[in-house]
């Protein structure tokens, strides 16, 4: 697989391909013109955004080396992604995830879950915790249970939780809903064959949304 970031160029159309890099569906349209069709191809990168400069910067990992056949972007060299890991091996990492559970066959996000099991509506501001609180929570137990089968550990306190945004797209007819979380800190590989599969797999559902990759450093 490779790592690769990609930061968009100068373009006497620039504001527009902002614009449509601003809605989920678009951006992922765009960003798998950057890798060559294949019959019946799907999906096979993860990709994370941020913003450089007030311009949108892309981490993609992915099992081809993404071309550029429009001209957009300024492509690093990829880097083969193969780490070793070790047991007990401390590491720095960042992910921004879809942080929903499921009960009954249907997903919820776990802050709106949250909020119902704790009465938020009913209950006055003044009796309520902190917002930023109760996502903190919602959050840590979402990624504590992940942890468990992906072969890692973290201690909470090692760990912020920020950026809880809802966001809105459309695909044809249909809208499409979904909610982003971002963790950064650090863990514990407990697990190495277990934790490589997941960084290749992705976290949590959303992953062609820009959800799922985690990205990590030595610590």
């Known amino acids: 697989m490779y790592l690769t970031r990609l930061t968009l160029l100068d373009h006497p159309d620039l504001n527009s391909v902002i614009h449509r890099l601003g ?7 765009m960003l798998w013109q950057l890798f060559p069709p294949e019959p019946d191809a799907k999906r096979d990168f993860l990709y994370r955004r941020d913003l450089h400069r007030g311009r949108p910067r892309y981490f993609l990992l992915s099992r081809r080396p993404p071309l550029n056949p429009l001209g957009l972007w300024r492509i690093d060299p990829p880097k083969s992604f193969h780490p070793r890991f070790r047991a007990g091996q401390r590491l720095a990492f960042s992910l921004r995830v879809n942080p929903v559970i499921t009960r009954e066959g249907r997903r919820h996000d776990v802050v709106m879950d949250r ?4 009465g938020w509506k009913e209950t006055s501001p003044a009796g309520r915790p902190p917002l930023a609180e109760l996502i903190r929570e919602a959050g ?11 072969g890692f550990r973290f201690a909470p306190e090692t760990v912020r939780v920020e950026g809880y ?11 499409i809903r979904f909610s982003t979380l971002d963790f950064t800190g650090l863990l514990t590989v407990t697990d190495p064959d277990v934790f490589l599969d997941k960084l290749r797999q992705g976290i949590g559902p ?4 820009g959800c799922g990759l985690m ?5």
Request: overall charge positive; charged content about 40%.
């Open 206 to 209: 959303a992953k062609a949304f």
């Open 215 to 219: 990205l990590v450093r030595r610590a």
């Open 165 to 175: 945004r809802q966001h809105r797209s459309r695909r044809g007819g249909r809208e």
């Open 115 to 118: 909020k119902r099991a704790t």
């Open 140 to 150: 840590l137990d979402w990624l504590q249970q992940r942890a468990q089968t992906a």
């Open 23 to 29: 809605d989920a569906y678009r951006e992922h349209q």
